[in-house]
């Protein structure tokens, strides 16, 4: 294909997971204090899971390999019966984790509609039941919440994670919070990360994705929660040795990579409001609320995979999330520069017209 843009370095916007460390995490990790800690013998990790529990407002905090194994240690922790997890039905937990609820909790998916990410109250009213292994129907197990939603960065409100929490803990159900984005979560609400963490039992979030860390998640939760948390980690094969390595990375994740974050929410926006003036129909520059800009190709023949493809040719990468959208994730290797180069490559496809992409 003639291009009139030279294909520069690429820039990766398929997700925030792809940052690297910083410089300064490098030199934490030279001087960390090490130790075994599946016998809870590293300081550096215990210094990040009480600098996590802090920030989030719980008694206490355990660090994960990953998102996923959190996700799946916080629903084993908190079930006490052999019932439903409800969530809404984009969440990473139903659309991502290889239906690890069903095999290794033995939990049953139970995925509400919604929107952004938000599942209908109404919904959750139906479905809720009160955990039992007696009834006839069987009980919830937990309630999951996602913010901000790993489809298109939506926010959960203040007063639908009130509304969510009090019905579950009406009804004797757990409330669990995946926020692996978490403190995006707290930039765009202008809150610290406890105010959202409130309206949860227990909340994880992840270090490896917009926060630049390599590696590992936190969960947290009551001092009990966190026991009986350790226990599945252990199960799960979680527990690592020296991770005082990765925990200083995270420790200096916590303390300068969160407020940058709306660097990124700023660039995320101007992506969004630049792909609306080469096409309305592209973006919606309103839905955009943290780092996550959805670009919908609905009015192309072509789908989501085939931009995919076009846009890499340019060296820009991109991830689609349906047949017809595709997602773009601004992170801290994506700076105003990269977001222009972006722009210009949406302009000059649509100058050329590629037949792939649209009718002749
Ligand atoms: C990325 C993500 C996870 C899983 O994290 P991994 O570390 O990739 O396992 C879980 N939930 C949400 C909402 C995520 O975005």
Same mark, same amino acid.
């Given at each position: 294909?003639? #291009?009139?843009?030279?294909?520069?370095?690429?820039?990766?916007?398929?997700?925030?997971?792809?940052?690297?460390?910083?410089?300064?995490?490098?030199?934490?990790?030279?001087?960390?204090?090490?130790? *075994?800690?599946?016998?809870?013998?590293?300081?550096?990790?215990?210094?990040?899971?009480?600098?996590?529990?802090?920030?989030?407002? #719980?008694?206490?905090?355990?660090?994960?390999?990953?998102?996923?194994?959190?996700?799946?240690?916080?629903?084993?922790?908190?079930?006490? @019966?052999?019932?439903?997890?409800?969530?809404?039905?984009?969440? &990473?937990?139903?659309?991502?984790?290889?239906?690890?609820?069903? %095999?290794?909790?033995?939990?049953?998916?139970?995925?509400?509609?919604?929107?952004?990410?938000?599942?209908?109250?109404?919904?959750?009213?139906?479905?809720?039941?009160?955990?039992? %292994?007696?009834?006839?129907?069987?009980?919830?197990?937990?309630?999951?919440?996602?913010?901000?939603? !790993?489809?298109?960065?939506?926010?959960?409100?203040?007063?639908?994670?009130?509304?969510? @929490?009090? #019905?579950?803990?009406?009804? +004797?159900?757990?409330? &669990?919070? *995946?926020?692996?984005?978490?403190?995006?979560?707290?930039?765009?609400?202008?809150?610290?990360?406890?105010?959202?963490?409130?309206?949860?039992?227990?909340?994880?979030?992840?270090?490896?994705?917009?926060? !630049?860390?390599?590696?590992?998640?936190?969960?947290?939760?009551?001092?009990?929660?966190?026991?009986?948390?350790?226990?599945?980690?252990?199960?799960?094969?979680?527990?690592?040795?020296?991770?005082?390595?990765?925990?200083?990375?995270? %420790?200096?994740?916590?303390?300068?990579?969160?407020?940058?974050?709306?660097?990124?929410?700023?660039?995320?926006?101007?992506?969004?409001? +630049?792909? &609306?003036?080469?096409?309305?129909?592209?973006?919606?520059?309103?839905?955009?609320?943290?780092?996550?800009?959805?670009?919908?190709?609905?009015?192309?023949?072509?789908?989501?995979?085939?931009?995919?493809?076009?846009?890499?040719?340019?060296?820009?990468?991109?991830?689609?999330?349906?047949?017809?959208?595709?997602?773009?994730?601004?992170?801290? &290797?994506?700076?105003?520069?990269?977001?222009?180069?972006?722009?210009?490559?949406?302009?000059?496809?649509?100058?050329?017209?590629?037949?792939?992409?649209?009718?002749?």
């Amino acid at each position: 294909m003639q #291009k009139f843009t030279a294909v520069g370095p690429v820039i990766d916007l398929r997700s925030d997971t792809v940052t690297k460390p910083t410089p300064a995490m490098f030199s934490r990790m030279a001087s960390a204090e090490l130790g *075994d800690d599946g016998r809870g013998d590293d300081p550096t990790v215990k210094e990040l899971e009480r600098a996590s529990a802090t920030l989030l407002g #719980k008694e206490a905090a355990v660090f994960l390999p990953s998102g996923t194994m959190s996700n799946h240690v916080a629903i084993l922790a908190h079930s006490s @019966c052999r019932g439903e997890v409800i969530g809404e039905a984009s969440s &990473h937990i139903f659309r991502s984790e290889m239906g690890g609820l069903s %095999l290794l909790a033995g939990l049953y998916p139970r995925p509400l509609p919604g929107r952004a990410g938000a599942m209908h109250i109404d919904e959750l009213e139906a479905w809720l039941r009160p955990p039992s %292994l007696t009834s006839h129907s069987l009980g919830t197990a937990v309630v999951c919440m996602e913010t901000t939603n !790993s489809v298109g960065g939506a926010v959960l409100s203040l007063d639908h994670m009130r509304d969510v @929490c009090t #019905k579950s803990w009406q009804a +004797g159900v757990p409330v &669990h919070l *995946d926020g692996a984005r978490l403190f995006n979560a707290a930039i765009a609400l202008g809150v610290p990360a406890s105010t959202i963490a409130a309206f949860a039992d227990s909340a994880t979030f992840c270090l490896s994705k917009g926060l !630049s860390a390599p590696v590992g998640s936190v969960l947290a939760g009551s001092r009990l929660f966190i026991e009986r948390a350790r226990g599945f980690r252990k199960m799960f094969g979680g527990n690592l040795r020296q991770a005082g390595l990765l925990a200083a990375c995270g %420790l200096v994740a916590l303390e300068e990579c969160t407020q940058r974050l709306a660097d990124d929410h700023l660039n995320a926006r101007r992506l969004a409001d +630049g792909l &609306h003036r080469v096409d309305p129909h592209l973006v919606n520059p309103a839905d955009v609320a943290t780092n996550m800009v959805l670009v919908n190709v609905g009015r192309s023949v072509a789908d989501a995979e085939q931009w995919m493809r076009v846009l890499s040719d340019y060296g820009v990468l991109t991830a689609p999330v349906s047949t017809d959208r595709l997602r773009l994730v601004v992170h801290r &290797h994506v700076d105003v520069s990269s977001i222009e180069r972006v722009l210009i490559v949406f302009a000059e496809i649509y100058l050329t017209r590629p037949a792939t992409l649209f009718a002749m």
